[in-house]
T-cell receptor
Framework: KAGVTQTPRYLIKTRGQQVTLSCSPI?????VSWYQQTPGQGLQFLFE???????NKGNFPGRFSGRQFSNSRSEMNVSTLELGDSALYLC??????????????FGSGTQLSVL | AQSVTQLDSQVPVFEEAPVELRCNYSSSVSVYLFWYVQYPNQGLQLLLKYLSGSTLVESINGFEAEFNKSQTSFHLRKPSVHISDTAEYFCAVRYGGSQGNLIFGKGTKLSVKP
């Protein structure tokens, strides 16, 4: 099986712009979650989707949004970019079926730099 | 607030020495506990997990972690480390059962020296 695929790998934007990141989960996985990784804050949970519905949401401002499509692919959007949004954005998928007995499979991430 | 604390940001050790990476969480109410590892230039991968049952869980490469409810800890240990164990280790906790958010600690960089 192919792993979790995130595109693009690298992205450079300027303040005020918006950006869309894409994540294709492992085939058959219906749960997709997003994390922001920075050296100072580590991994911070953004949101989680299951079957096109947002299941959980972290403590990020409304500029961060996401969605999931019927084929389980997910996109994350950040509007009005700020310098502090520079980070590695990780996507993870799992075969979550309603219990916590899930294993997250992570993609390689999208490195976003905001200038 | 729900949180996960990894007390050491960096742990340098010599090869074949024992190591303990510490992890504490903020509440014992219905938690599921995980350790993830990120090897250099690789993505995060699950190392081990505690959901219920025996409080001691083991990974296939010799790591173990013990769920200690009274101390709200889930420390990761290995009796003898190898150079190949050099990586960043993340403790993660899902609070509130299977519906809760998965909260990660800030990570501990384990550096194994010859």
């Amino acid at each position: 099986k192919a792993g979790v695929t995130q595109t693009p790998r690298y992205l450079i934007k300027t303040r005020g712009q918006q950006v869309t990141l894409s994540c294709s989960p492992i085939s058959g996985h219906r749960s997709v979650s997003w994390y922001q990784q920075t050296p100072g804050q580590g991994l911070q949970f953004l949101f989680e989707y299951f079957s096109e519905t947002q299941r959980n949401k972290g403590n990020f401002p409304g500029r961060f949004s996401g969605r999931q499509f019927s084929n389980s692919r997910s996109e994350m959007n950040v509007s009005t970019l700020e310098l502090g949004d520079s980070a590695l954005y990780l996507c993870a998928s799992s075969a979550w079926t309603g219990t916590a007995n899930e294993k997250l499979f992570f993609g390689s991430g999208t490195q976003l730099s905001v200038l | 607030a729900q949180s996960v604390t990894q007390l050491d940001s960096q742990v340098p050790v010599f090869e074949e020495a024992p190591v303990e990476l510490r992890c504490n969480y903020s509440s014992s109410v219905s938690v599921y506990l995980f350790w993830y590892v990120q090897y250099p230039n690789q993505g995060l991968q699950l190392l081990l997990k505690y959901l219920s049952g025996s409080t001691l869980v083991e990974s296939i490469n010799g790591f173990e972690a013990e769920f200690n409810k009274s101390q709200t800890s889930f420390h990761l240990r290995k009796p003898s480390v190898h150079i190949s164990d050099t990586a960043e280790y993340f403790c993660a906790v899902r609070y509130g059962g299977s519906q809760g958010n998965l909260i990660f600690g800030k990570g501990t960089k384990l550096s194994v020296k010859p």
